[in-house]
């Protein structure tokens, strides 16, 4: 008990740990995209004084045009300093000049003069969606500088994603990696745990059958309790199978599926209380055939029945259903009026050491979904469950 509660304990530091670590990253993907957006941010209001100084220099000289003695050498130099922020230049409503557009800056395309006024009113159409153009009066004219953001500003704008994008490949790399060595140690440990289990049973068994013939070499000896014994031994025998199909790849057989669970029931019927009401109902119209491994699959099945039984306390009505299911399949259903399940406990059922009962290992369930998914290619949930109402696990086969 101590042990199960132990390895329970260390399943829910790691998710905890993993919690961690996802709100850790959660913070660092936020502090990337804060960081970006206000660099992004500062490059913009530099580029809008750019932009604004270039309107400045404009209107100074417009107006300064006539004066021939001014030194235009630092607004020359303003107007050409400016390599990297698309501008265009408007007065009366005519574009006059532009900067910084490589399409129109591209001496390989060949732009007539109506192609280059209607793409500079497109550019313009834009620049204003973009932003607010910088109004500059010159005497009684009005003159408006529309400007868009540099190359620079938008690849700065995507390069947070990019960079988080590239993060999230990698680490996902990383963690499919880890995870897959992760469950390949697991397998490991199963296969030996299941083989040595198999190993460790073989022995008594083997001395148990030796004793019922002892028995039976007496002439008072009740040959009925030596039946009895023998379909006991021969149940450890099929458990040891069990063990032992799970350390290895298990051989699979063609089954018809319901007789097989329906076999199943009728054995358990036999030796749970007598205050379960069992019920079985086979909806399919003809048999259903399919490869299996027969010892795996009554395993799976009994112990979801058991788990109903603890679930009822030893009281109350379990039903299987076999119906038609999707793609040709089958689906199982396992019914039970025990307590149920809240959407938490739901959650963890299929955990490793996770259980509701005082007693076990918590790894019933971990090991018939291992069954079902891993060696038979099906499926094996919770399809209904709400405290006080029972529970319902499908499988599809």
């Not at 540099?150 to 993060?167: A, E, G, M, W």
């Not at 049973?201 to 040959?223: K, N, Y």
């Not at 014994?229 to 350390?247: P, Q, W």
């Not at 999707?326 to 406990?345: E, F, L, R």
Request: charged letters at 25%; one cysteine or more; glycine letters at 6%.
């Amino acid at each position: 008990m101590q042990n199960r509660r132990l390895f329970h304990d260390m399943y829910q530091k790691l998710s905890t740990t993993k919690l961690i670590l996802i709100l850790v990253l959660f913070v660092f993907v936020a502090g990337i995209l804060m960081y970006f957006n206000d660099v992004r941010k500062s490059l913009e209001d530099r580029e809008e004084k750019y932009a604004r100084l270039y309107a400045e220099s404009i209107s100074f000289y417009i107006e300064k045009a006539i004066d021939s003695s001014c030194d235009y050498t630092f607004v020359q130099e303003v107007l050409s300093a400016n390599e990297t922020v698309p501008t265009i230049l408007v007065t009366d409503g005519s574009p006059i000049d532009y900067r910084n557009i490589p399409e129109l800056d591209d001496s390989t395309k060949k732009w007539t003069p109506e192609a280059k006024e209607k793409y500079l009113y497109t550019k313009i159409s834009q620049m204003g969606e973009e932003h607010q153009p910088i109004e500059f009066v010159v005497g009684k004219s009005r003159g408006y500088v529309y400007y868009s953001n540099s190359t620079i500003v938008i690849q700065l704008r995507y390069f947070p994603y990019v960079l988080i994008f590239t993060f999230l490949i990698f680490g996902s790399m990383a963690y499919i990696a880890y995870s897959s060595s992760r469950k390949a140690e697991q397998n490991r440990v199963w296969v030996g745990l299941a083989k040595e289990t198999a190993h460790q049973l073989g022995t008594p068994i083997s001395g148990l059958m030796a004793w019922v013939e002892v028995l039976r070499i007496d002439p008072d000896f009740d040959e009925s309790i030596a039946e009895e014994m023998l379909k006991d031994i021969a149940r450890l025998e099929t458990i040891t199978n069990r063990f032992s199909n799970i350390g290895s790849t298990p051989s699979m057989k063609e089954e018809n599926i319901p007789n097989l669970v329906e076999d199943t029931t009728q054995y358990l019927k036999k030796r749970i209380s007598t205050k379960i009401n069992w019920s079985f109902k086979n909806n399919l119209t003809e048999p259903y055939i399919a490869k299996v491994n027969k010892n795996l699959l009554e395993w799976v099945v009994e112990n979801l029945c058991k788990n109903a039984v603890d679930a009822m306390v030893g009281v109350g009505d379990l039903s299987l259903e076999i119906n038609p299911g999707p793609k040709g399949k089958i689906t199982i259903d396992v019914t039970d009026t025990g307590k149920g399940m809240t959407k938490s406990v739901q959650r963890k059922i299929f955990n490793p050491g996770f259980s509701t009962k005082k007693r076990g290992w918590g790894l019933g369930l971990t090991l018939a979904k291992r069954i079902i998914e891993t060696y038979h290619n099906g499926q094996i949930y919770v399809y209904e469950s709400s405290p006080g109402k029972g529970t319902t696990f499908r499988l599809i086969i």
